[in-house]
């Protein structure tokens, strides 16, 4: 690279949780840069996920960090030239790429859901996935499979 890497700029905390992990998440949701219309949908799917949620012992936010934690994948596959023939080589993913793929794929399947709302789409896979359940819990299982099917090829790692 030429220039140095860009600077993390930091995030202000939503005003609703004070959590800056809130906050990525609604910027990641956010469509056309309405951000307002966009925290509006998370704290109304966080609303409903807060009556539908079965267990009392935690609150509606948790919950929804504990689906991250289910949807987060350790390992992905990278293509890898090798001498003509690309390899699909299994790599450990940073922290933060964790974090970005799994609010990305809750997101992505929250909007393929056929229920009313967004905030109703998003509760229900925050649930889902709170359980280890749903589409974006599946993606993760089908990219580790992928990473375990291709663990041949991992000593072309880069």
Not at 62 to 75: C, G, Q, R, T, Y
Not at 132 to 155: I, L, Q, W
């Amino acid at each position: 690279m030429r220039k140095r890497a860009a600077k993390k700029r930091p995030l202000l905390p939503d005003p609703r949780f004070n959590d800056q992990l809130v906050t990525r998440f609604v910027n990641n949701m956010m469509w056309d840069g309405k951000k307002s219309v966009a925290f509006k949908v998370f704290y109304d799917a966080i609303d409903i996920v807060e009556e539908k949620k079965q267990n009392d012992e935690k609150t509606s936010l948790e919950l929804w960090k504990d689906a991250l934690s289910n949807i987060m994948p350790h390992v992905e596959v990278r293509s890898r030239r090798v001498g003509g023939a690309t390899f699909q080589i299994p790599m450990q993913i940073r922290p933060d790429r964790k974090i970005a793929t799994a609010m990305k794929w809750l997101i992505t399947y929250s909007r393929k859901r056929n229920e009313k709302s967004m905030a109703a789409k998003l509760a229900g896979e925050i649930l889902a996935a709170a359980k280890e359940e749903g589409a974006a819990v599946k993606k993760r299982m089908d990219t580790h499979k992928m990473a375990e099917a291709n663990k041949a090829f991992s000593h072309f790692r880069f």
